[in-house]
């Protein structure tokens, strides 16, 4: 099997660290053998990066002119969408379904950056004497870029088009398992007109490649979206440079059922919140609180709901879950799972492994749903990253935002009520950065994205996402006749 190159300071070239194997989560079948980068891969993107930026082929551009640039990746992405989709599939194991939606979630990422790029306006700021004062943005050089598995190709486009609109140069650091997405996305970039240099892409271990890019004295901004420990080292590392980090990190999100709910669209949404993805999402909504009155009702119908989910193989269009990304992950679901009844839980459904041929080779794992648990359990306070679900009853809504709000995160939330007034005020009252009223799981690029506590700091996405990755200036321009009185 050929071994795939990867991106070097606008080079493809095998990397010197160790060679490893993309596999697909459904069955194990190989997707590539990669050569994953090593300390000097590192070096010489980075510098290659610094040297890139420095040039004024790119960061001199007027705004317009990279923003054509964007615009022709954004195009390239949908030339090439079903191929993306189905090597996204590949790569992580979601339904085709979902991969087709990411594909065109990051074409319109770009789309939507190079337009706020050619509509980004600094100001003239009020004069307070014999002088003009403006704020201008300028990029800020070499950003790091550390994607994780879960949405490679959404998340790898929601932070290189703002980064690469803001005028820097970008070395991208996918995830190790999750590494095919950011090459392509790589080779669309070169062929749209990003100058050599500008971007690198460095698959490999985390632990290694991903240590040496935060520490690198040359790196002025590291953008992360993973693991809430992962991202808190980073922050550590971070602060001795004094350098900038935007981290997207972890979430245990509640969502809130009230007995005023319209039922059939609280029960689909909730479904859709915890086990779309197979729950291996940050904002997955795995924390269920549902008002006594209709809790037993509530229940009964989610749990046949979660037992109609057609789990199975990625490429059916029919399949609503698919895989999990590896062993190792579905046997810290599964230790979570055996903690949870360990506490008390009662298991209503899933808890196993789907039985099957068609599952005996993947990763497969049913949707899951406990109830008996409190808050304070360590299955409701920790994340677990899979289609696992606690559900609990609440009495007033007092308690239900102690209860929603005694969590170490602070990502996101859902609300199910038709009382608008209730769902105005819980939802100024949750912490989190992100709540769904009456739906769940909708992400629009025009809003930003950011979290709390320890989901995060920093935020995507937004028309003023750019200037997350840009770093701001003041000047003042004289306008006094005379000279200044105080040297006289």
Known sequence: MKTLPIFIGGEWKLGRGAIYTSIYPADQSVNADVAGADLNDVEEAIQAADAAWRRDNWRGLKPHERAAVLYRIAAGIRARHEELAQLQRRDNGKPINETRVLVTSAANTFQYFAACLETLEDALTPSRGDYLTMSTHEPIGVVVAITPWNSPIASEAQKLAPALAAGNAVVLKPAEMTPLLALELAKICEAAGVPKGVLSVLPGKGSVIGDALVNHPLVKKVSFTGGT?????????????????????????????????????????????????????????????????????????????????????????????????????????????????????????????????????????????????????????EEIFGPVLAAMPFDDEATLLTEANDSVFGLAAGIWTQDYKRAWRVGRAVDAGTVWINTYKLFSITTPFTGRKESGMGREKGHRGILEYSQQKSMYWGLNEAPMAWAN
Do not use: W
């Open 229 to 381: 420990n992962v991202g808190r080292g980073i922050a550590r590392l971070a602060a001795e440079k004094l350098m900038p980090v935007s981290l997207e990190l972890g979430g245990k999100s509640p969502t809130m059922v009230f007995a005023d709910a319209d039922l059939d669209h609280a029960v689909n949404g909730v479904l859709y919140g915890i086990f779309s993805s197979s729950g291996e999402a940050c904002i997955a909504g795995s924390r269920l609180f549902v008002e006594r009155p209709i809790y037993q009702e509530f229940m009964q119908r989610l749990v046949a709901g979660a037992e109609k989910l057609r789990v199975g193989n990625p490429e059916s269009e029919s399949t609503q879950m698919g895989p999990l990304i590896s062993a190792a992950h579905r046997q810290s679901i599964e230790r979570y799972v055996d903690i949870g009844q360990s506490e008390g839980g009662k298991l209503l459904t899933g808890g196993k492994r789907p039985q099957g041929a068609e599952f005996d080779r993947g990763f497969f794992y049913s949707p899951t749903i406990i109830e008996g648990l409190t808050n304070q359990s360590q299955m409701c306070q």
